[in-house]
């Protein structure tokens, strides 16, 4: 799976941006995607997740309210809504895709890390206030 990520940009505190995330090959609906960021001088962290299914959970506590993911199955694309965007949001953001292989997956299993093994290139949001 191939994945290609646009929308990031810059934006003032309390701004909005979205991002977007589309997979593509042969069995790109066969995919769980999410969405990982990662600020300068600090380790990735996932924002949030979406199944096959087309359910998303939410990663850290950080963007709970003001960031949304949803997917549409049909173009196995993955947005990531930001609003109320706050300068600690600064970061390379990294859409990722990981091959599913059972029925149920939890959610704990949705936002680890490890389980994502195909990348996207990143895309930079910078947040000034």
């Known amino acids: 799976v191939q994945l290609q990520a646009s929308g990031g940009g810059s934006a003032h505190t309390g701004g909005s941006l979205r991002l977007s995330c589309a997979a593509s090959g042969r069995t790109a609906s066969s995919y769980d995607m999410a969405w990982f960021r990662q600020a300068p001088g600090k380790e990735r962290e996932v924002v949030g997740a979406?199944?096959?299914?087309?359910?998303?959970?939410d990663g850290t506590d950080s963007v709970k309210g003001r960031f949304t993911l949803t997917r549409d199955k049909a173009k196995n694309t993955v947005y990531l809504q930001m609003n109320a965007l706050q300068p600690e949001d600064t970061a390379v953001y990294y859409c990722?895709?990981?091959?599913?292989?059972?029925?149920?997956?939890?959610?704990?299993?949705?936002?680890?890390?490890?389980?994502?093994?195909?990348w996207g290139q990143g895309t930079q949001v910078t947040v000034s206030s």
């Open positions: 990722a895709a990981a091959p599913r292989r059972s029925i149920f997956v939890d959610a704990s299993e949705m936002l680890r890390r490890g389980r994502y093994n195909y």
């Open positions: 979406c199944s096959v299914s087309g359910s998303c959970i």
